[in-house]
């Protein structure tokens, strides 16, 4: 638009010019006047859009503290008391889910129960299902049909507050905050007792070349001194965020995904030591977990296809042996 506003003036001016209504000099004055003009009001035009979209965030903001406050509202906060469990059963009974505004079930009739200190690795192709089976354990949806219990408790029922503190959960899409390393870890000034995960998720190392250590600030933006993380580093650091929660759950969606080989195997061999007393759940499209894991299990198309140990898999030779051995060939 605003070019097209400039050649309208441009040539609207070399007319009146040819025409000897104006001289070069005018010409010149009033489009450099009404350039400048135009260009002023796009700047405003822009500022206030800016503007309505922050009033229009701010609104949405107001309205999700407003929901979350309610805690009579059972879908955000449930509506009877939970003692926080030291043994944890997850079952999933029946469990239906298709998005909103989608005819199409993204899950279908999943059955499955992960216990106490289980390990548990889900395994399958894009677009099976097995992040959508992590979101509803999250309780970022709803079933669509079936119970998703804990204890024998629908987590529905369960507030939120209570519940979350069950979970500690590694995302593909984290955040890292651009203040140091250690508050990135404990999401506080607290940097106490940081040791013990700075070893397990395989950070000691690198923190210990660093000047400033875990107090090193991740990106330059409040410190000259800050660092850029690489993925994997940064993979690392919010592995290290779920240590230190110390929830008896740990929901790790693809951990090692920009970590290389050896990486991967050290990560899983340290997680594995100190993660013996929790009940974990591991979504990956490398295998390199399932064969230390306690069961499979295989999505394939929104279902549970098997389920079972890597060798009662491999023997099984159907879709979980058609996987490893696509990601065995190239190393052997």
Request: charge should be neutral.
């Amino acid at each position: 638009m605003y070019a097209i506003s400039s050649f309208y003036i441009l040539w609207s001016l070399s007319v009146y010019y040819i025409n000897k209504v104006i001289s070069i000099a005018d010409f010149t004055l009033y489009f450099s006047t009404i350039t400048a003009m135009s260009s002023t009001l796009g700047i405003i035009t822009d500022l206030v859009a800016e503007y309505n979209k922050q009033l229009k965030n701010s609104a949405d903001f107001k309205k999700l503290k407003f929901l979350s406050e309610q805690n009579d509202d059972k879908l955000l906060s449930g509506v009877s008391p939970f003692i926080v469990p030291t043994d944890i059963e997850i079952n999933f009974s029946d469990v239906w889910f298709k998005y909103p505004g989608c005819d199409c079930y993204v899950l279908r009739n999943i059955n499955i129960k992960i216990s106490d200190r289980e390990k548990l690795v889900i395994v399958g192709y894009n677009g099976s299902g097995k992040s959508t089976f992590i979101k509803l354990l999250c309780k970022f949806y709803r079933p669509s049909s079936g119970k998703i219990t804990l204890n024998g408790k629908d987590i529905w029922e369960i507030p939120n507050e209570q519940y979350y503190r069950i979970l500690g959960a590694v995302f593909q899409d984290f955040a890292l905050l651009a203040f140091t390393i250690s508050e990135n870890i404990t999401m506080s000034e607290n940097d106490e007792n940081i040791s013990d995960v700075l070893e397990k998720s395989g950070l000691s190392e690198f923190i210990a070349n660093l000047n400033d250590g875990e107090k090193t600030y991740i990106s330059k933006k409040y410190s000259s001194k800050g660092i850029e993380l690489s993925g994997g580093q940064g993979q690392k650091i919010a592995l290290a965020r779920a240590l230190y929660k110390n929830a008896p759950v740990l929901i790790l969606d693809e951990p090692t995904a920009s970590l290389d080989v050896k990486a991967e195997s050290e990560l899983y061999e340290n997680f594995m030591k100190t993660a013996f007393d929790k009940t974990a759940i591991f979504i990956s499209h490398r295998l390199a977990a399932s064969q230390i894991a306690d069961h499979i299990a295989v999505f394939s198309n929104g279902k549970i296809v098997e389920y079972g140990t890597h060798k009662e898999l491999i023997a099984k030779n159907g879709l979980y042996a058609e996987m490893f051995e696509k990601q065995r060939k190239p190393y052997i």
